[in-house]
């Protein structure tokens, strides 16, 4: 069995007032085409499918449109999950309509699955809340999948009937998930796990949370969920999430954030973008293969001192969307940033980086760091305002807000 594992697609997202849309139409038809050379059995998206509850009309009409080429008329299911910038309601509202076409969606942590069989062969063959098998056109191997779409640390526990509000969320999901991959998921079929959660091996660095990303490990938010809860059983989790793909941990059983197709932030100037690709077989390991995407712009950030290295090195990079800081003895006048912009269509920002401490007024003045991250200027901001630095909880409300 040959499976297909994306997320994050965000449709409807803009980089300030720049429109993706052309770029997200390229990349989703670059994965189908990938879908079809494979010719993968199923397709996993792990959620974040809009950048808001209420995405624009053009980006739902793609988003549809998507999914039923990639189903191609229910010969090849397409499983999606809600992730944390998605309507759970909106993502469920068409499942009676998408299910005749292969599309399986579930936006809560307790969906269950309503049973139905296609002619194409695509058959629920168990349903339960957070689970499901499916038999697949053609192959007689059983998919099982254990599915948690996001949800809040509350409402998960809400969903999934846990009322124990000082047990902690991971341990209720260890539990719970151990509870599924006992009861159906044995070496006789092929076994996954599609979660939106932030997933981490206890014990390193967690990873750093995309920029412009509503946080998941804020107040009140999913606390993060360790590589040693999922069950043994689980021969691929699938997750979504975080924007840059790769593996969580060097357990044997592999772990894997897809990534976005896209780059939604200078945070990810540079990146390659993947879809990932399983390969696997009941009890074995599941073989990995990562596919690069070609399509869309690449995020590019560079920092030039003076206008003539500005606009060279601007004419050097002109299909791709940059971040331009400029170095400067004083303010950009009106007529440089107009030459800027007529150099190159796709610049996003300009950040002036003035090396004269003395503009215009003669007092001096602090040299602020533009290219620092929003919450090392917001701690410098808070530190000349009330003397001091701000503490955790004063940062991870910041980062809420600045997600939100």
């Known amino acids: 069995m040959k499976l297909l594992h994306t997320s994050d697609w965000h449709l409807g997202k803009r980089l300030e007032n720049f429109s993706r849309y052309d770029e997200q139409l390229a990349v989703l038809e670059e994965i189908g085409t990938v879908a079809d050379r494979e010719n993968v059995d199923a ?34 299911p397409v499983i999606a999950i809600a992730g944390n910038h998605d309507s759970p309601d909106r993502i469920e509202s068409p499942d009676p309509l998408a299910r005749e076409c292969g ?22 063959l168990k349903s339960m809340e957070g689970f499901l098998e ?17 949800a809040n640390e509350f409402r998960l526990k809400s969903f999934l009937g846990e009322a124990d509000e000082e047990d902690e969320l991971r341990n209720i999901l260890e539990r719970r998930w151990n509870m ?31 920029d412009d990303e509503k946080p998941i490990l804020h107040v009140g938010g999913a606390q993060v969920i360790y590589t040693s809860n999922i069950p043994k059983q689980i021969q691929y989790t699938a997750l979504g999430h975080l924007h840059r793909m790769h593996r969580v941990g060097a357990d044997n059983n592999p772990v894997f954030y897809s990534g976005s197709p896209l780059s939604y932030s200078f945070a990810e100037a540079g990146q390659d973008k993947y879809v990932l690709t399983i390969d696997v077989e009941p009890g074995k390991d599941a ?28 004419s050097e990079n002109q299909d791709a969307l940059v971040e331009l800081t400029l170095v400067t003895d004083t303010f950009i006048t009106a007529n440089e940033r107009k030459q ?32 620092r991250s929003m919450e090392e200027l917001f701690a410098d901001y808070f530190k000349h305002e009330h003397g001091q630095e701000p503490n955790e909880e004063i940062l991870e409300l910041f980062k809420e807000v600045l997600g939100d």
């Open 287 to 314: 073989v990995i293969e990562s596919i690069r995407l070609k399509a869309g712009k690449h995020l590019l950030r560079n920092r030039a001192v003076g206008m003539d290295e500005a606009l060279q090195w601007l």
């Open 43 to 76: 397709i996993l998206i792990a959620g974040d499918l809009f950048d808001t509850f209420n995405p624009p009309t053009e980006a739902v009409e793609l988003f549809y449109r998507t999914l039923k080429k990639l189903s191609k008329n229910g010969s090849r």
């Open 180 to 210: 599924l991959a006992g009861n159906y998921c044995d070496k006789e079929g092929v076994n996954i796990l599609v979660s939106h959660l932030f997933v981490a091996q206890k014990g390193e660095k967690l990873p750093e949370e995309p």
């Open 134 to 150: 499916l038999k697949l056109p053609g192959n007689d191997i059983p998919l099982r999948l254990i599915y948690t779409p996001y």
């Open 103 to 124: 599309i399986i969606f579930a936006g809560y942590p307790n969906s269950k699955v309503m049973p139905f069989e296609l002619d194409s062969g695509l058959k629920v």
């Open 340 to 371: 800027l912009n007529a150099a190159h269509r796709g610049i996003i920002s300009i950040i002036p980086e003035v090396t004269n401490k003395t503009v215009e007024t003669g007092k001096e003045q602090k040299n602020i760091n533009l290219n």
